[in-house]
């Protein structure tokens, strides 16, 4: 039976490799049909990619952007044939679709999760952010509908693996790895002047802007740890984090006997996003690079630095205290980024901007709803904004 496919985020680093593991389901024996594409503002792409996949509806989240697009669609000869939706609710309903993946990044791609876990529909988990400032809500609303959420990150496409044929009692720990970044090893003296450019080149995994910085500060294996924490029901103090430079061991599960559990493969997006889109069938892909044991590196384990990377153990503590804190936690980092990208401020001012929003926030409470959210959203954002 074919899967019914809408791809939310499809111009950006997760949605044009979805769109190749989508191109190689065709003719499979577990079909995928791409049924509506999103993107924020890069209207021609998303008219290409219409065209590539014969994809009826689209929709932009800036309006500008949405306008430019029924104008493309026109030169391209598609504006009989191709819908531009104006709303994500409008293009879930256009479209039908039995699997939505939300690749978009950051907090913006909270009202699309729970637009598709509300109608019951099963959500491939690209988008951490959901869960860092809202995951009881998106769990709670996930549990009511029978939706089901379904990991796109590598770290925690592999914990769901390895856990799998666990009873939770079995489970002691779950361990996340981190590569590390561009800077590890390096001081906290030797970060003060890092640019941009070097922020951004990481070693192991090819990503977008913004996870490529939150990979730098560990900032990424923060959010990641409390993604961790909402989706498989653990405590903080029950989720490990190591350092595994080579980004081949992608978590480990640590069972209550003493023996660990491993996902490996080389740094490939395309393998997790395969998984969640063919979920529970484990799809062949023949052509991937396979790990030769014999010729892999030497797998080594180290703890991270969370004196020079402030912002992991930032995410700790926000875990520990629980309520909203997660929530202004990542607006407060999403700020921070940006002002890093557009060098506003330095790499080591992220860690520095997020600690005093979590200062002034003090006791924020859980966010019961998407208008709750954007509340928390919007005043961690001021006070996170560079004076």
């Given amino acids: 039976m074919t899967r019914r496919v ?32 999103s993107a924020g503002t890069s209207y021609l792409p998303i008219v290409r990619q219409a065209s590539a996949f014969d994809v009826r509806v ?30 994500i609710a409008e293009l879930i309903e256009r479209t039908e679709p039995d699997l939505v993946l939300n690749a978009v ?17 099963d959500v491939a988990l690209a988008n951490k952010e959901s869960l860092v400032a809202a995951g009881e809500l998106c769990m709670s609303t996930a549990e009511r509908t029978g939706a089901r959420i379904i990991p796109v990150d590598s770290e925690h496409s592999a914990l769901q693996q390895c856990w799998a044929e666990s009873h939770p009692d079995e489970i002691d720990t779950l361990v996340l790895t981190a590569s590390g970044g561009p800077f590890r090893g390096r001081t906290r003296a030797e ?22 910085i939150d990979s730098a500060s560990l900032m990424n294996k923060g959010l990641e740890l409390i993604e961790a924490m909402v989706l498989f029901g653990m405590n903080e103090d ?59 590196p030497a797998l080594s384990f180290t703890e991270p630095d969370l004196e020079t990377f402030r912002c992991l153990a930032l995410a700790r503590e926000a875990a520990r205290a629980g309520g909203g804190a997660t929530c202004v936690l990542n607006a407060a980092n999403e700020v921070a ?51």
Avoid at 105 to 121: C, D, K, P, Q
Avoid at 196 to 212: D, N, Y
């Fill in 337 to 387: 980024v940006a002002a890093f990208l557009m060098g506003e401020i330095g790499f080591l001012d992220i860690a520095d901007t997020v600690e005093r929003a979590l200062d002034a926030a003090g006791d924020t409470p859980e966010p019961d709803s998407v208008d709750a959210a954007r509340e928390i959203d919007a005043r961690a954002r001021e006070l996170a904004r560079p004076s």
């Fill in 6 to 37: 809408l791809l939310l985020g499809s111009t950006g680093s997760i949605g044009e490799q979805a769109l190749d593991v989508l191109a190689r389901a065709r003719g499979s024996e577990d079909p995928l049909e791409l049924v509506g594409l």
């Fill in 105 to 121: 990044v950051g907090f913006a791609g909270l009202e699309a999760t729970m637009a598709a876990l509300e109608r019951g529909i």
């Fill in 191 to 212: 970060l003060a002047d890092v640019t941009v450019e070097q922020a951004l080149a990481h070693p192991t995994w090819s990503m977008g802007g913004k996870i490529s």
């Fill in 238 to 296: 029950r989720v490990e984090t190591v350092v595994q430079p080579d980004s081949i061991v992608h978590a480990l599960v640590r069972h209550t006997d003493g023996s660990l559990l491993a996902h490996l493969g080389w740094p490939d997006m395309r393998v997790p996003i395969a998984w969640a889109l063919h979920y529970p069938v484990r799809p062949a892909l023949p052509d991937m690079r396979r790990l030769d044991l014999t010729q892999m």
């Fill in 58 to 87: 689209v929709h932009l989240a800036d309006a500008e952007a949405s306008a430019h697009a029924q104008g493309a669609l026109g030169r391209a000869g598609l504006d009989g044939d191709v819908h531009v939706a104006s709303s």
